[in-house]
Protein backbone atom coordinates (compact mmCIF):
# COMPACT_ATOMS: atom_id res chain seq x y z
CA UNK A 1 0.00 0.00 0.00
CA UNK A 2 1.15 3.34 -1.09
CA UNK A 3 1.59 5.68 1.63
CA UNK A 4 3.39 8.78 0.00
CA UNK A 5 2.71 11.07 -2.56
CA UNK A 6 5.34 11.94 -4.74
CA UNK A 7 4.17 14.86 -5.45
CA UNK A 8 4.66 18.08 -2.82
CA UNK A 9 1.63 20.32 -1.78
CA UNK A 10 3.12 23.72 -0.97
CA UNK A 11 1.35 23.96 1.99
CA UNK A 12 3.20 27.61 3.55
CA UNK A 13 2.36 29.13 -0.15
CA UNK A 14 -1.17 28.15 -0.09
CA UNK A 15 -2.10 29.13 3.96
CA UNK A 16 -0.31 32.61 2.72
CA UNK A 17 -2.37 32.97 -0.20
CA UNK A 18 -5.66 32.31 1.76
CA UNK A 19 -4.59 34.35 4.86
CA UNK A 20 -4.10 37.36 2.50
CA UNK A 21 -7.32 38.52 2.63
CA UNK A 22 -10.79 37.77 3.97
CA UNK A 23 -12.24 36.81 0.34
CA UNK A 24 -9.17 34.48 -0.19
CA UNK A 25 -10.13 33.14 3.21
CA UNK A 26 -13.56 32.78 2.65
CA UNK A 27 -12.99 30.54 -0.83
CA UNK A 28 -11.14 28.09 1.49
CA UNK A 29 -14.12 27.90 4.15
CA UNK A 30 -16.82 25.38 4.18
CA UNK A 31 -19.68 27.16 6.57
CA UNK A 32 -20.98 24.85 8.22
CA UNK A 33 -24.70 24.28 10.33
CA UNK A 34 -24.86 20.97 10.93
CA UNK A 35 -26.47 20.56 14.49
CA UNK A 36 -29.49 18.90 14.98
CA UNK A 37 -31.94 21.41 16.27
CA UNK A 38 -31.09 23.54 13.55
CA UNK A 39 -34.08 25.44 12.12
CA UNK A 40 -35.26 26.40 8.64
CA UNK A 41 -34.89 30.42 9.21
CA UNK A 42 -31.18 29.05 10.49
CA UNK A 43 -30.18 27.55 7.67
CA UNK A 44 -31.34 30.37 5.75
CA UNK A 45 -29.38 32.47 7.58
CA UNK A 46 -26.05 30.00 6.98
CA UNK A 47 -26.91 30.41 3.25
CA UNK A 48 -27.71 34.75 3.44
CA UNK A 49 -24.30 34.41 5.23
CA UNK A 50 -22.33 31.76 2.76
CA UNK A 51 -23.60 34.25 -0.23
CA UNK A 52 -22.51 37.39 1.32
CA UNK A 53 -19.13 36.54 2.28
CA UNK A 54 -18.66 34.23 -1.02
CA UNK A 55 -17.77 30.99 1.10
CA UNK A 56 -16.83 27.48 -0.54
CA UNK A 57 -19.84 26.58 0.28
CA UNK A 58 -23.09 26.28 2.91
CA UNK A 59 -22.87 22.89 4.37
CA UNK A 60 -26.30 21.11 5.92
CA UNK A 61 -27.80 18.20 6.74
CA UNK A 62 -29.52 16.42 3.89
CA UNK A 63 -33.08 17.68 4.75
CA UNK A 64 -31.79 21.09 4.41
CA UNK A 65 -30.51 20.68 0.91
CA UNK A 66 -33.68 21.57 -0.93
CA UNK A 67 -33.70 25.09 1.21
CA UNK A 68 -30.27 25.88 0.86
CA UNK A 69 -30.12 25.01 -3.28
CA UNK A 70 -33.39 27.16 -3.43
CA UNK A 71 -31.60 30.16 -0.87
CA UNK A 72 -28.37 30.15 -2.89
CA UNK A 73 -29.65 30.01 -6.60
CA UNK A 74 -27.70 32.30 -9.08
CA UNK A 75 -25.24 33.37 -6.40
CA UNK A 76 -22.64 30.59 -7.43
CA UNK A 77 -22.09 29.52 -3.77
CA UNK A 78 -22.25 25.45 -3.78
CA UNK A 79 -24.41 23.27 -1.75
CA UNK A 80 -22.76 21.25 1.14
CA UNK A 81 -24.07 17.72 2.62
CA UNK A 82 -22.94 15.14 5.39
CA UNK A 83 -23.94 11.31 3.73
CA UNK A 84 -23.94 8.61 6.40
CA UNK A 85 -23.91 11.02 8.90
CA UNK A 86 -22.15 11.43 11.79
CA UNK A 87 -21.07 7.40 12.20
CA UNK A 88 -20.57 6.26 8.76
CA UNK A 89 -22.12 2.57 9.67
CA UNK A 90 -25.07 2.70 7.48
CA UNK A 91 -25.52 0.40 4.45
CA UNK A 92 -23.61 1.21 1.90
CA UNK A 93 -26.89 1.06 -0.59
CA UNK A 94 -28.74 3.86 1.41
CA UNK A 95 -25.35 6.00 1.21
CA UNK A 96 -25.97 5.83 -2.55
CA UNK A 97 -29.62 6.39 -2.65
CA UNK A 98 -29.21 9.29 0.13
CA UNK A 99 -26.51 10.70 -2.43
CA UNK A 100 -28.41 10.44 -5.47
CA UNK A 101 -31.28 12.30 -3.84
CA UNK A 102 -29.54 15.16 -2.52
CA UNK A 103 -27.32 15.70 -5.49
CA UNK A 104 -30.87 15.80 -7.77
CA UNK A 105 -32.17 18.45 -4.99
CA UNK A 106 -28.97 20.50 -5.77
CA UNK A 107 -25.87 19.36 -3.33
CA UNK A 108 -22.44 19.97 -4.71
CA UNK A 109 -19.88 18.63 -2.05
CA UNK A 110 -20.88 15.64 -0.83
CA UNK A 111 -19.13 14.77 2.79
CA UNK A 112 -19.57 10.78 3.42
CA UNK A 113 -18.18 9.50 6.77
CA UNK A 114 -16.21 6.54 6.12
CA UNK A 115 -17.02 3.30 7.74
CA UNK A 116 -15.07 3.56 10.77
CA UNK A 117 -15.55 0.01 12.52
CA UNK A 118 -15.07 -2.09 9.25
CA UNK A 119 -12.01 0.18 8.29
CA UNK A 120 -11.17 -1.48 12.05
CA UNK A 121 -12.23 -4.92 11.21
CA UNK A 122 -8.62 -4.82 9.71
CA UNK A 123 -9.45 -7.96 6.66
CA UNK A 124 -8.55 -7.36 3.58
CA UNK A 125 -12.14 -8.04 2.66
CA UNK A 126 -13.15 -5.10 5.12
CA UNK A 127 -10.70 -2.74 3.45
CA UNK A 128 -12.23 -3.53 -0.09
CA UNK A 129 -15.96 -2.92 1.47
CA UNK A 130 -14.52 0.01 2.77
CA UNK A 131 -13.11 1.22 -0.65
CA UNK A 132 -16.61 0.17 -2.69
CA UNK A 133 -18.88 2.07 0.06
CA UNK A 134 -16.90 4.94 -1.40
CA UNK A 135 -16.46 4.48 -4.57
CA UNK A 136 -20.32 4.31 -5.13
CA UNK A 137 -20.80 7.84 -3.49
CA UNK A 138 -18.03 8.89 -5.75
CA UNK A 139 -19.61 7.34 -9.07
CA UNK A 140 -22.54 8.99 -8.27
CA UNK A 141 -21.34 12.43 -7.44
CA UNK A 142 -18.70 12.28 -10.28
CA UNK A 143 -21.42 12.05 -12.89
CA UNK A 144 -23.32 14.20 -11.30
CA UNK A 145 -20.31 17.21 -11.75
CA UNK A 146 -20.29 17.14 -8.05
CA UNK A 147 -17.47 16.06 -5.56
CA UNK A 148 -16.61 13.99 -2.75
CA UNK A 149 -15.22 14.36 0.33
CA UNK A 150 -14.21 11.44 2.56
CA UNK A 151 -14.66 11.93 6.66
CA UNK A 152 -12.45 9.81 8.02
CA UNK A 153 -13.01 10.34 11.27
CA UNK A 154 -9.39 10.23 12.76
CA UNK A 155 -9.70 10.19 16.58
CA UNK A 156 -11.26 7.04 16.60
CA UNK A 157 -8.09 5.54 14.59
CA UNK A 158 -4.53 4.48 14.91
CA UNK A 159 -2.32 5.70 13.16
CA UNK A 160 -1.69 3.24 10.52
CA UNK A 161 -5.21 3.21 10.55
CA UNK A 162 -5.34 6.93 9.21
CA UNK A 163 -2.49 6.02 6.52
CA UNK A 164 -4.35 3.35 4.90
CA UNK A 165 -8.26 5.27 5.45
CA UNK A 166 -6.67 7.76 3.51
CA UNK A 167 -4.90 5.94 0.59
CA UNK A 168 -8.03 3.73 0.71
CA UNK A 169 -10.44 7.49 0.64
CA UNK A 170 -7.99 8.46 -2.37
CA UNK A 171 -8.04 5.00 -4.11
CA UNK A 172 -11.29 5.33 -4.32
CA UNK A 173 -11.62 8.48 -6.42
CA UNK A 174 -12.48 10.97 -3.33
CA UNK A 175 -11.38 14.69 -4.01
CA UNK A 176 -11.19 15.49 -0.59
CA UNK A 177 -10.38 13.85 2.57
CA UNK A 178 -11.40 15.07 5.54
CA UNK A 179 -10.50 14.57 9.54
CA UNK A 180 -13.57 14.37 11.36
CA UNK A 181 -17.62 15.14 11.85
CA UNK A 182 -17.14 17.40 14.64
CA UNK A 183 -19.75 14.78 16.46
CA UNK A 184 -17.11 12.02 18.05
CA UNK A 185 -13.99 12.30 20.25
CA UNK A 186 -12.28 14.97 19.27
CA UNK A 187 -11.66 17.03 16.16
CA UNK A 188 -8.99 18.07 13.84
CA UNK A 189 -5.78 18.32 14.45
CA UNK A 190 -2.56 19.41 12.95
CA UNK A 191 -1.01 15.98 13.36
CA UNK A 192 -3.05 14.68 11.33
CA UNK A 193 -3.71 17.03 8.80
CA UNK A 194 -0.13 16.85 8.02
CA UNK A 195 -0.22 12.91 8.06
CA UNK A 196 -3.19 13.06 5.77
CA UNK A 197 -1.30 15.60 3.36
CA UNK A 198 1.66 13.21 3.58
CA UNK A 199 -0.73 10.53 1.96
CA UNK A 200 -2.43 12.86 -0.66
CA UNK A 201 0.32 15.17 -1.72
CA UNK A 202 -1.30 17.15 -4.73
CA UNK A 203 -3.71 14.25 -5.63
CA UNK A 204 -6.33 15.75 -3.37
CA UNK A 205 -7.33 18.11 -0.93
CA UNK A 206 -7.61 17.71 2.70
CA UNK A 207 -10.02 18.87 4.90
CA UNK A 208 -9.92 20.30 8.28
CA UNK A 209 -13.23 20.24 10.26
CA UNK A 210 -14.01 19.41 14.06
CA UNK A 211 -13.30 22.09 16.45
CA UNK A 212 -12.19 24.96 14.45
CA UNK A 213 -13.40 28.22 16.18
CA UNK A 214 -10.28 31.11 15.33
CA UNK A 215 -8.20 32.72 12.88
CA UNK A 216 -5.48 30.88 15.01
CA UNK A 217 -6.71 27.55 14.68
CA UNK A 218 -7.25 27.62 10.59
CA UNK A 219 -3.80 29.21 9.99
CA UNK A 220 -2.48 26.03 12.14
CA UNK A 221 -4.68 23.47 9.72
CA UNK A 222 -3.69 25.72 6.72
CA UNK A 223 -0.28 25.85 7.82
CA UNK A 224 -0.18 21.78 8.21
CA UNK A 225 -1.46 20.83 4.47
CA UNK A 226 -5.16 21.54 4.76
CA UNK A 227 -6.56 23.37 1.89
CA UNK A 228 -10.58 22.80 2.54
CA UNK A 229 -11.47 24.24 6.38
CA UNK A 230 -15.46 23.27 7.83
CA UNK A 231 -16.00 25.80 10.64
CA UNK A 232 -19.32 27.13 12.07
CA UNK A 233 -17.57 30.09 13.27
CA UNK A 234 -16.95 31.25 9.64
CA UNK A 235 -18.14 34.63 9.62
CA UNK A 236 -16.56 35.40 13.10
CA UNK A 237 -13.03 34.21 11.86
CA UNK A 238 -13.24 36.54 8.80
CA UNK A 239 -13.94 39.37 10.96
CA UNK A 240 -10.56 38.67 13.10
CA UNK A 241 -8.85 38.07 9.87
CA UNK A 242 -10.17 41.42 9.03
CA UNK A 243 -9.15 43.22 12.23
CA UNK A 244 -12.92 43.75 13.57
CA UNK A 245 -15.46 42.83 15.31
CA UNK A 246 -18.72 40.47 14.14
CA UNK A 247 -21.77 39.62 16.00
CA UNK A 248 -21.73 36.07 16.80
CA UNK A 249 -22.67 33.35 14.34
CA UNK A 250 -25.75 31.74 14.58
CA UNK A 251 -25.06 28.41 12.81
CA UNK A 252 -22.62 27.67 16.12
CA UNK A 253 -22.08 23.88 17.28
CA UNK A 254 -19.92 21.93 14.57
Not at 34 to 42: I, W
Request: charge should be neutral; hydrophobic fraction near 45%; include cysteine.
Amino acid sequence: MSTVSLVPFDAAAFAANALSSPANLAAVLDHTLLKPEATRQQVLQLCAEAAEHRFACAMVNPYWVQTAASALAGTGIKVGVVIGFPLGATLSASKRDETARVLKQGAHDIDMVLNVGLLKSGEAADYEAVKQDIRGVVQLSHDAGAIVKVILETCLLTFEEKLRASEIALSAGADFIKTSTGFSTGGATADDIALMRGVAGSRAGVKASGGIRSLADITTMLNAGASRVGASASVRILAELAGHAAPPPASSGY
